[in-house]
């Protein structure tokens, strides 16, 4: 667990050595060391497990794009108003869509997740330490996004075939620590 702890603290900026391999591991570990993007992706792909296929097989896609153009707004200096207020939301929103297991359409659910990401991204590419490589930090930040996504997505389908209640439990959680977030 200490290990776990200490490799955290590398992914804020300045801490690793600005080399190739230094901004991929910030990169990797950037979304673990913050609670609101971690309940938010994890949230996300909870809730995708019970969303129609063709909004399943796209969810990996949407996060990606989502993160890569968030962070490229970032980086081209484009900033935008309420990112923490909109992160915190997007966990809250996220949270309420898993605890009310609601369906909808894919573009509707597509649209949605593109524009939570859409933020986390932008705070991510937000914290690129100087020097370091944004290709090679995007790529550890998207890795880390889609595979916690993936593992919500997995363990939302195991609970979902035992008892819906546990989803519904982890979604009212989740959006109660973004109610949390939002309030400071």
Request: hydrophobic share 55%.
């Amino acid at each position: 667990m200490a290990l776990l702890l200490a490799s955290a603290a590398y992914a804020h900026p300045g801490q690793l050595p600005h080399t190739h391999g230094g901004s991929f591991l910030a990169g990797l570990m950037h979304p673990l060391t913050g609670l609101d993007h971690l309940l938010a992706m994890l949230a996300i792909g909870l809730w995708s497990c019970r969303q129609a296929p063709t909004l399943r097989r796209a969810m990996p896609v949407l996060i990606a794009l989502g993160m890569v153009c968030g962070a490229g707004l970032a980086w081209a200096g484009v900033p935008l108003l309420g990112v923490e207020f909109g992160i915190a939301s997007s966990v809250l929103l996220a949270g309420v869509l898993l605890a009310t297991l609601v369906k909808l359409p894919s573009a509707v659910g597509g649209t949605l997740v593109f524009a939570f990401i859409l933020l986390h991204g932008h705070a991510h590419g937000s914290e690129l330490a100087p020097g370091a490589s944004a290709l090679l930090y995007a790529l550890g930040f998207v890795i880390t996004s889609v595979a916690i996504t993936l593992v919500g997505r997995q363990a939302g389908a195991w609970l979902a075939q035992r008892d819906s209640r546990w989803l519904r439990g982890i979604g009212a959680a989740i959006a109660a620590a973004g109610g949390a977030l939002m309030l400071g």
